[in-house]
Nanobody, 111 residues
């Protein structure tokens, strides 16, 4: 299983980005998916997670701004990020079934 993230980039404060993570080689619909992030000199932290039945969980710092969703037909999980702040700058990682990590995608929020 090799999750592949996409959608990172550079955005100004207040802007939006949507991250995608596609994974094959697994029964996608049966598994929990999540997004983590790691900023320079900080530990990796959970951003959002979604269970197989669609229940979601968010870090307090992103509640109301980020939305995690999944499309099991496309084996893809998304992270819609709105009202981005400079402190959201980090490498964002997808995790599949609490076991397989993607390679990460850089998100930079700056004016």
């Amino acid at each position: 299983v090799h999750p592949v993230e996409s959608g990172g980039g550079f955005v100004q404060p207040g802007g939006s980005l949507r991250l995608s993570c596609a994974a094959s080689g697994i029964i996608f619909k049966l598994n929990e998916m999540g997004w983590y992030r790691q900023a320079p000199e900080k530990e990796r932290e959970l951003v959002a997670a979604i269970t197989s039945d669609g229940s979601t969980n968010y870090a307090d710092s992103v509640k109301g701004r980020f939305t995690i969703s999944r499309d099991d037909d496309k084996n893809t999980v998304y992270l819609q990020m709105n009202s981005l702040k400079p402190e959201d700058t980090a490498v964002y990682y997808c995790i599949v079934a609490a076991a397989w990590w993607g390679q990460g995608t850089q998100v930079t929020v700056s004016s």
